[in-house]
Structures are given as C-alpha cells and as structure tokens.
Nanobody, 126 residues
Framework: QVHLVESGGGLVQAGGSLRLSCAGS??????????LGWFRQAPGKAREFVAA????????SYADSVKGRFTISRDNAKNTVYLQMNSLKPEDTAVYYC?????????????????WGQGTQVTVSS
C-alpha cells in the first residue's frame, strides 16, 4: 500500500474554486503503475465517486455531478494527484478522499481501491 495525504480543502463561496492535492509516499505512483481516484462523503450520505485517472493520465472518468466543473490530473514525478474544482456548489460540500489502486486502469467503485487518504474537508457556502 501507499500512504496518501490530502491537502487544499477549505471554505469557499459558491462559484469559487479550490485545488485539492494528494501526495503519496512509500511507493511511487509511476513505478507501481497505480490508478488514482477521488471520492467524497457528505454528512449522512454514502461515500461517492468523484473522478479517476489512469496510470498514464490518458484516461479519466468523472461523476455526472462534477463533469465539466472538476478536473483530475496527476504528476507522477511528484507522486501527486490533483483535483481542480471550479464553479463549486453548496452540494459539493463533503470530505474529499483520494485513493490509489494496484492496477493502472481507472475505477469508479470504492472497493476497487487499495489505499486511502485521511480526507480533507471542502465546504461551499451559498
């Protein structure tokens, strides 16, 4: 497994932007050919898929609720995955988690991931 640490969360007004980062340690994303993803969990709700990116970065996938507003990217040299969030809405409020899996392809189910970060809070005010 890889140790993941998220950062970049905070409080933002509706319509604003935030950029989340997730740094990995213990293993390198590129050498391990890891697929990466972002999930979120709002109070009282189940954890849900947000975005995923393949090992090469060539393939991405997004939840319909964030498509066109969020962008996932990765920098394997820095062992970091990012989530750029634009046009934020109050319903985007949640704890955001990054995750890594031992396969190079993307995945949208949380059980397909092997390592998880501790999460970072994103709060969008109306």
């Amino acid at each position: 497994q890889v140790h993941l640490v998220e950062s970049g969360g905070g409080l933002v007004q509706a319509g604003g932007s935030l950029r989340l980062s997730c740094a990995g340690s213990g293993r390198t994303f590129s050498r391990s050919a890891m697929g990466l993803g972002w999930f979120r969990q709002a109070p009282g709700k189940a954890r849900e898929f947000v975005a995923a990116i393949s090992w090469s970065g060539a393939t991405t996938s997004y939840a319909d609720s964030v498509k066109g507003r969020f962008t996932i990217s990765r920098d394997n040299a820095k062992n970091t995955v990012y989530l750029q969030m634009n046009s934020l809405k109050p319903e985007d409020t949640a704890v955001y988690y990054c995750a890594a899996r031992e396969l190079a392809t993307i995945a949208t189910k949380d059980y397909e991931y092997d390592s998880w970060g501790q999460g970072t809070q994103v709060t969008v005010s109306s």
